[in-house]
């Protein structure tokens, strides 16, 4: 038999598009050359223009999909994308703990593209205090960065996105990667932060379309690559490359958001052959 690929374990929502959440997680992992794991935590009703509604799964229903895999599979690296309930993120926290080495990529959806909200305040707490001192990386955007960082009791402003950096690894994790696709910026700028300040800043080109997964797609590239054995600065830049790539790739399947193409690489080949 063949070697075993690395294996990759996504905590996630259901996306019955396919263009994000556990399907697009699913899709770039295995894209990537990982073997993907899923772990359900939410379902989701919902097309390429927007979330209409969700259904949290019982917390315990997740801990038990993932207990039961990961007592059978050794992961190399965990993503986490849609939590769903306070009570799902307590349950995916506690699992998490068991395996303090293994890599954990945390993207926090807290509303989807349209703005249809998807976390309460009592998720982001329970975020913030249960999970984020076990990331790894954080991967939000700034709107999310924002919000995780703002102190709703505060009558403050939206601080500096280095800021709200620095805030979020005072939480305890190790790095944050934010992405700059809703700044009025004439290109994307994402950003890393570790404790010893800005490690990278990359610049990208502003696609026109919108899209429906880019954030699932980053999140779950640099997952794999973290579990390919990448050292984790490079890891950033070839998930960002990866997630570019599909987003100029992306097709239009429906009436709203465009969907990033994870396997754009073999169509082009097809391409190349015709």
Not at 190 to 218: I, K, P
């Amino acid at each position: 038999m063949r070697d075993t690929p690395p294996l990759v374990l996504t905590f996630a929502g259901t996306d019955p598009t396919g263009g994000a959440g556990l399907q697009a997680d699913v899709l770039t992992i295995a894209s990537l050359g990982c073997h993907p794991l899923s772990v359900v935590t939410a379902v989701t009703v919902q097309d390429s223009l927007g979330v209409e509604d969700f259904l949290p799964l019982d917390a315990e229903w997740v801990a038990d999909q993932a207990r039961r895999v990961l007592e059978d599979m050794p992961v190399a690296a965990f993503k986490v994308g849609m939590l769903g309930s306070p009570e799902v993120a307590l349950a995916v926290a506690e699992v998490v703990s068991d395996y303090p080495d293994v890599p954990l990529v945390l993207d926090p959806v807290l509303a989807s593209g349209r703005g249809d909200e998807l976390a309460s305040e009592d998720l982001i707490s329970v975020i913030k205090e249960a999970l984020l001192p076990q990331t790894t990386v954080l991967t939000p955007n700034s709107l999310e960065a924002r919000r995780l960082s703002m102190d709703e009791t505060l009558d403050e402003e939206a601080p500096e996105l280095s800021e709200c950096a620095r805030r979020l690894l005072d939480l305890g994790c190790e790095y944050v990667l934010i992405t700059g696709a809703h700044e009025q910026t004439p290109q994307v700028v994402n950003v890393l932060y570790g404790e010893e300040g800005v490690l990278q800043r990359l610049n990208w080109e502003r696609l026109a379309a919108s899209y429906h997964g880019s954030g699932c797609t980053l999140a779950s590239s640099l997952a794999a690559l973290l579990a390919l054995g990448v050292d984790l600065q490079d890891a950033v830049r070839q998930a960002q490359d990866f997630t570019y790539q599909s987003l100029r790739a992306a097709f239009r399947a429906g009436m709203g958001q465009a969907i990033p193409d994870r396997l754009y690489w073999a169509r082009a080949g097809e391409d190349a052959e015709g």
